[in-house]
Structures are given as C-alpha cells and as structure tokens.
C-alpha cells in the first residue's frame, strides 16, 4: 500500500519524499482580477500573507509526502490511466470567503461548485489513489476554492463572504510538487495532462 508519508532524516525510504498534487493551474483571466481585488482589500481585513500569483491553483486530490520513485513509478502512470477518458468543464466561482470556518478562518479563498464532468474527474481521482490517501481525506468533501491568502493571526475574525463571480475553465490537470522557499513554500509543474477536448459554455463538452 502506497502511503504519504513525511519525509525523515531517520527513515531513508522517505528521505526523499516529495510533498505533491493534483490541481488545476489559475490563468490570468482569473488570477489578475482576483489578486487586483484583494491586494486593494487588505486593509479592510485581517493580516494576511498574500499567496503568491504563481502558486496560485485549485486543489483536486492533496497527495502529501510521496517517495520520488513511487510517484514516478506508480502514482504518475496511476494518474495517467485515470485521467485517460476525463473530461474538461469549469469550475463556477461565487463568493471570496474566510476558509474553512467563515466564523474562525484560516485562510481567504476564492470558492464556488464544480461542474458534473469536473465533479466526476475529482471523484475518480481520489478514488483511484486511495492507497496515497489517509482514510480522514477520504472522507473529507471536496469544496473547490483557490487559497489566495492567509491569516497571520491564529484566531482572525470571522470574515463576511463578498460575491465574486468567475468561470475557471479546466482544460489540464497538473500534478505540483511543493519545495521550500526563503519566503514560504514554492509550487512547481511535474507533470501535466491535457483533457481530451476543450469545455464549451456551459462546462460539458460537444459530442
């Protein structure tokens, strides 16, 4: 059974263990209005660390800590037969709220539903690799949303949601890997899969 594990200097089958997953990359028709919009709303708000625009995604299945030759001998070509029949849609935006308690946040996100066939892509994906999931993640629902910032206080205010409507459409699925930077965590591109055909207005794709 493959397991995301936390890399330790004690265990050298971990030792070089990548912290990775699977998301979809944030285009500028999206990411340059909603960092203009929050970048101009700090003040108004709670200290904040600003995601940088680069690392910005949408997160499908977090697959944590995973040896490098698991991930590439198992879990990409895992993730290829998966996503081998997947098809495009959208993701549909509403609302820039405090995350994953409005009441008691930890982050500001950008969060909004899935269409059906994306919903579908995300359900097939953590089902597939079950074996690098902890059981909790399994349980966990999925609520698609974009981190675009977080709280530097431990205990932020609660945060009123502001409507902030968007289409993501995805087209791609990226597995990221997750390396420690001066200034905090940096994202980087692994591995990329196109989806078959491209989603029209309304996040289905022609027959």
Known sequence: ????????EE??????AIRSFLAVPVGQSVAEPLMATVNASTHALPSLRVT????LHLTLV??????????????????GEL?????????????VAGFPDPGSPRHLVLEGYASPTIEALQRNLREGLAETLG???????WRPHITVAHFRDRRPRAIT???WQAELPVAEVCLY?????LHGPVYRVRERWPLAQEPDETGTTAP
């Open 177 to 181: 890997e997750s390396e420690r930077g």
């Open 52 to 55: 940088p625009w680069a690392n």
């Open 11 to 16: 265990d050298p089958k971990v030792a070089d």
């Open 62 to 79: 977090f697959l944590g800590a995973i040896p490098r030759s698991t991930l590439d001998g198992q879990v990409i070509p895992r993730v």
């Open 83 to 95: 996503l081998a029949d997947a098809r495009p849609g959208r993701i549909h935006f509403r609302q």
């Open 135 to 141: 059981d909790s993640q399994q349980e966990q629902q």
């Open 161 to 163: 949601a502001t409507p």
């Open 1 to 8: 059974m493959i397991r995301g594990l936390p890399a330790t």
